[in-house]
């Protein structure tokens, strides 16, 4: 049978600070009532202490690699997909293979804001269906508090800090990813960037005045978008695929804003109870989101469960994955 790439693993990570929507109520004009209604989240972590992403992202791989018994030499790569690395460069992931002490692996950073998890799932993938690669780490790591502005109640109450990564193995038994569709459109970057700290807007005084470092969104364009992209592009694998509603396990969604997830699962056929959600605890950890749900539901998983993982974010990007869980 061909050889696909299956998850074989999930580790997960989250800081221990909790911000309330009652503590941003004494920081920016906003109430909890709003937050919830429009958003669904209640709280979301905060990464302090001077630590940074691969931190997290570290974190939540000793998560994996205790429950998978794995030695880190055994790593042959690891995609990081992160807005939040440490720095502009080297990549997160060189760093995080040096902090796990895999030093057989090779590794890179890609950014795909909120859908970065599922762009660096399929390229992961592919290594692994080539047969080039049998051990590879994804993760989806995020420290959005570092270019938040907490000043700016449009952004500041959606955002939270957290990491997750899976474990990428061959599979020859019929699970695994079974496809995926991806899609780009960069005419979108105008309503979800960061203005400055790139080649186009070096850092000066100037864009420090103007808090051009921080995330800038305006919301409700990328709400349209995000409806319309994810109810899209979860339909369109589906019917690509012959699926319904009741082939479908779980809906594994990008956690922005709960009126988005609840427009594509409706459009899907999927009930509240086949849709991870856990917005209303993390807020939206931008990449990885998708793999904080994959670890919080693993132990809910049976080999088999068939899972539409979707994501729609900055780029604009988004896209879905179709996969068959493998233990
Ligand atoms: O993951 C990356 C992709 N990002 C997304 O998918 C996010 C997509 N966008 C959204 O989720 C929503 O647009 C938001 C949650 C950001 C905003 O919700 P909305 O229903 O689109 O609100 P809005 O921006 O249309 O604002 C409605 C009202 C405005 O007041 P007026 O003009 O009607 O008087 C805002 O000024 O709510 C006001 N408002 C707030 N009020 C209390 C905006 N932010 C807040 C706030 N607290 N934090």
New binding site residues.
Partial sequence: MKTRAAITGVGGYVPEYILTNAELETM????DQ??RE??GIAERRLLKDGRATSDMAVAAIQDLMAKKALDPKEIELIICATVSPDHVFPATANIIADKIGATNAWGFDLEA??SGFLFALQTGSKFVEAGTHKKVLVIGADMMSSIIDYED??TC??FGDGAGVVLLEPDTAGNGIMDAILKSDGSGAPY?HMKAGGSKNPASQETVKNRHHYAY?E??T??KF?VKGMADVVEEIMVKNGLTGDDIRYMVP?Q??K??IDAAARRAGLPDEKVMLNIHKYG?T?AATIPLCLWEWEHELKKEDQLILTA???GFTWGSVFLRWAY
């Fill in positions: 920016v004009d906003t109430n709003w937050i429009r958003t804001a909120c109640r449009n109450i959606l979800l969104q919301g409700r990328v709400f995000a990008h922005a804003n009126r988005i939206n931008t729609f974010g900055g």
